[in-house]
Nanobody, 126 residues
Framework: QVQLVESGGGLVQAGGSLRLSCAAS????????MGWFRQTPEKERELVAA???????YYADSLKGRFTISGDNTKNTAYLQMDSLKPEDTAVYYC????????????????????WGQGTQVTVSS
């Protein structure tokens, strides 16, 4: 089993920044990629960004340039730097870990991820 704990969510004004962290523990050697997804009551869970164990990164097209994913393998932690935030970025953000090998198609799909964090709320005020 892998446990994921997110932190860093909160309330920010439009144009501001937040940095989310996701710390993994347990069978971390099972992880081949970590991803960030977000969900609102109106939308299905959608990929924000993902990073493979080799350092390849994948982003939702609409978020490229504003969001940056990174990872620290020594700390088993993934980060999501969110800049120029907009009210439409308001959502619950979930960290996820995948044992699957793959590329952009694989890591864009929520069902490729076996382990999920509890979610952290990000609210962007206008």
């Amino acid at each position: 089993q892998v446990q994921l704990v997110e932190s860093g969510g909160g309330l920010v004004q439009a144009g501001g920044s937040l940095r989310l962290s996701c710390a993994a523990s347990g069978r971390t050697f099972d992880i081949n990629a970590m991803g960030w997804f977000r969900q609102t009551p109106e939308k299905e869970r959608e990929l924000v960004a993902a990073i493979s164990s080799g350092g390849s990164t994948y982003y939702a097209d609409s978020l490229k340039g504003r969001f940056t994913i990174s990872g620290d393998n020594t700390k088993n932690t993934a980060y999501l730097q969110m800049d120029s935030l907009k009210p439409e970025d308001t959502a619950v953000y979930y960290c996820a870990a995948s044992p699957t090998y793959g590329g952009s198609y694989t890591y864009s799909r929520a069902n490729s991820y076996t382990y999920w964090g509890q979610g952290t709320q990000v609210t962007v005020s206008s």
